[in-house]
């Protein structure tokens, strides 16, 4: 009886885990350029999440094109690009909030299986947004290229830290 219930209460704190974790998981970071993190402290931003997700898109796009600075003759595939983080970001928006709306009503089952939705839309924004920044990391020098890999390096250790800390 005891181990039933240990198992029971491990199995309870992981669902409401996975739903407070998936409760604040929205869509374009700053560190990613394909999703948007919606604070749960800060309800204006969900409230508003189009405008914000669209000015968080776009300091994320100026960001990059000055970090890696993107010359004129890069242009075209830095446009290919940012069309491809633009509509990830306004997908992944209305995603989102159908998933917000929905959260309040939803069992822990569907609470789950909306939380894959999610997940399974930014891996396959990452697929589209894969091949237009590799066309355009081809056509870089090697000083943007290690400044692409720094970049894209700590970005990625940051989110690291952010998803460990809950």
Known sequence: MRTSFRQTVIV????????????????????????VRASAANSDQSRSAGRGMEGKIEQRINDLHARLQISPAQQSQWDNVTRVMRDNAREMDATFQQRLQALPNMTAAENLQSYAKVAAEHAQDMQKLAPAFQ???????????????????????????????G
């Open 135 to 165: 066309a355009l990391y081809d056509t870089m020098s090697d000083n943007q290229k290690r400044t692409a890999d720094r970049v894209f390096r700590a970005d990625a250790a940051q989110r690291g830290d952010q998803a460990h800390r």
């Open 12 to 35: 309870s704190t992981a669902i409401i885990g996975l739903s407070g974790f998936a409760a604040i998981a929205a869509p374009p970071t700053a560190g990613d350029p394909t999703i």
